[in-house]
């Protein structure tokens, strides 16, 4: 396998991370203009805002208003190379990674992949549901709730009809409660003027979740207050109940009731994907990948994991830290300090969260925050969600569309993004095809 192409060999010690996400882009910018050479890879061109993923599902931003290109980032820090690729294995024995664009040398190696939609291996929930853990997903799911919504219009049947309008969210957790609210509120306010001729007593917007509480990592208070607040908008909150399966229109709980719908959204669970020459030796329970308390992999030199992959015990997180983006943040920072107290020739400095709250919202005016010292419900935790979220997003332009949204659609109560897109795959891999016979041609000659 060749080397992958113009990243220079120019004597600097090689920083190489995996993952363009919260952790992995907080730690590559930390280590921009510093005596380290940065190579960052992802499988995406751009970093995406994942807490915001249902606004783009339920059509209230343009799916660019929440990524941002890697390379913009960049441009001007020269010593940073950002690559396109997927990793497909490390060999830490000789400080190496391969990938499909070719290999390459590492000094210092940093996981930051994230993690991925557990199907808790059900085949057919794999198969059919829909999940949401990327902008693409979130743009499939908001093109399938439309798309059903047409379909409806040609059925006579209300019981028929009922099944695409039915939307079902499996997962009681900040995405489940926060798609299921902004769900409601279309319901109530946007949906039936896009479609007059339906009748809308059929549609029905369901929460399951399998365990006895909604907001497992919240509070009890705002757990009840987010269960009251989407009762309240007309969802149907079931908790203690588990999605036995799904064949994508029946779906069975393990208590033995049914119930119909064309749209599943599996939020339920998330499990890390295997690292080939690192996962056999270091990965625990989800396939997270364990690390010491400078966030160095289990068994390994020279390699580290941050984020929702890493599990890593200190303080009163014995059995890890919750997998949200403010701790692979956090890890990220100690992390990029200690890479520069190396090329000091310091000691490394362990790393310790410190919790500064989470936060959910159910619709306009309702959230829940639990703050260190102190607990919010209702208006001013929803003005809080909005300003730490809005402040959090890459790109004056970004937070500036974003905010004009938002404002547009509080005092309207009319996102105007419902855009069917499909996409023609046909013509593309007809196209891409000819491209590929014309460069060989060209190559031939």
């Known amino acids: 396998m060749e080397n992958i192409k113009h990243i220079p060999e120019n004597g600097k010690k090689r920083v190489v991370i995996i993952g363009g996400g919260f952790a992995g882009l907080k730690l590559a910018r930390q280590l921009a203009n510093t005596a380290y050479q940065v190579v960052l890879i992802d499988k995406n061109n751009f970093h995406q805002f994942q807490p915001l993923f249902y606004q783009v599902a339920t059509s209230g931003l343009e799916p660019s208003s929440i990524a941002f290109p890697l390379r913009k980032i960049f441009q001007k820090k020269r010593n940073v190379h950002f690559r396109m690729a997927d990793l497909l294995e490390v060999n830490p024995n000789i400080h190496e990674i391969y990938t499909n664009l070719g290999k390459l040398k590492y000094d210092c190696l940093v996981l930051a992949t994230g993690v991925d939609t557990n199907y808790f291996g059900n085949k057919n929930i794999e198969q059919f549901a829909i999940p949401m853990k990327s902008v693409s ?10 798309r059903n919504y047409e379909k409806a219009l040609n059925e006579s049947d209300p019981e028929k009809a009922a099944n ?3 939307i079902v969210l499996v997962g009681g957790g900040p995405t489940g409660v926060e798609l299921a609210g902004a ?4 319901k109530s306010d946007i949906l039936p003027k896009d479609y007059p001729e339906l009748d809308f007593s059929l549609m029905n917007v369901y929460l399951f979740e399998a365990s006895d509480r909604l907001l497992n990592g919240m509070s009890d208070a705002a757990s009840k207050k987010a269960e009251t ?3 309240k908008l007309g969802v149907i909150v079931k908790t203690e109940a588990r999605v036995s399966d799904y064949d994508g229109l029946s779906i069975k709980l393990d208590s033995g009731e049914e119930f119909n719908s064309y749209t599943l959204v599996w939020a339920a669970g998330v499990i890390a994907n295997p690292i080939k020459g690192i996962s056999k030796i270091a990965a625990t329970r989800g396939g997270r990948i364990r690390v010491d308390l400078f966030n160095k992999v289990a068994g390994f030199n020279h390699v580290y994991a941050i984020g929702d992959l890493a599990i890593q015990k200190e303080g009163d997180f014995q059995n890890g830290h919750p997998q949200v983006a403010q701790v692979g943040l956090q890890q990220a920072g100690n992390l990029a300090k200690n890479l520069k107290l190396l090329l000091q020739g310091e000691k490394m400095k362990p790393f310790r969260y410190k919790d500064r709250g989470s936060m959910a919202t159910i619709g306009k005016n309702l959230a829940v925050a639990d703050l260190p010292g102190v607990k919010m419900q209702g208006f001013f935790a929803w003005v809080l969600w909005l300003f730490v979220h809005l402040m959090s997003i890459v790109g004056i332009k970004n937070r500036f569309f974003i905010l004009i949204n938002w404002v547009w659609n509080y005092f309207t109560s009319d996102q105007s993004l419902r855009i069917l897109i499909r996409p023609k795959k046909r013509s ?4 891409a095809s000819e491209e590929h016979q ?3 041609k060209i190559n031939l000659n």
Do not use: C, G, H, Q
């Open 164 to 166: 695409y309008m039915n």
């Open 183 to 186: 769900l409601a509120e279309m």
């Open 229 to 231: 607040y989407l009762k």
């Open 428 to 431: 593309f891999t007809d196209r």
């Open 438 to 440: 014309r460069i060989k």
């Open 137 to 146: 997903e979130a743009i499939f799911l908001r093109n399938s709730i439309l």
